[in-house]
């Protein structure tokens, strides 16, 4: 007959223990209503210490099951949660939907390591999921040329939001 190894079971990281520690422990904090600074990318202020605990576990495993480097701070992912619109559309987030939050690395070659970490919607992740940077800006490129010639033929034509390089 055959013998089975038992082996242990896998223990959590350290890191990973410390910060579901800190979501057992975080109590809602009272909320007082502000009003954000009226920016292009204004920011709620009523993100809890527990939803960006939970954010920020949740970010982590997943750089934990893709083997990705990982470093983002709280304050870092309570940022991310705070704006209301995408990073590159910069359409409103929805609770739910294609322009529901998520966040994106932007260079899909690092992990999820701060100032490669971006709020931006579902959908939009979805669509640029497959692509490099270098495609991402060469199709930008072309759009862009596109608009401008029609620009040129229209005068009276606005800018469109969606053409922006602003960041938040």
Known sequence: MEELEIKPKARKPR??????????????EPQIAQSPAPTQHARQSS???VEVAKKLINIYQSAQDRKLQFNLSFEYVRKMLEYKTC???NKPFTEDGPNARSFDRVDSEKGYVE???VAC???????????????ISCIYQKLAKKK???????????????FSLDKQ
């Open 15 to 28: 890191t990973a223990r410390k910060i579901q520690k800190a979501v057992a422990e975080a109590a809602p």
């Open 148 to 162: 401008g010639k029609e620009s040129a033929k229209k005068p009276e034509a606005q800018s469109d939001e969606f």
């Open 47 to 49: 993100i809890s210490d």
């Open 87 to 89: 990073y590159y559309t």
């Open 121 to 135: 919607t579902i959908d939009i992740n979805g669509k640029k999921s497959n692509l490099s940077f270098d495609e």
């Open 115 to 117: 100032g490669n970490v």
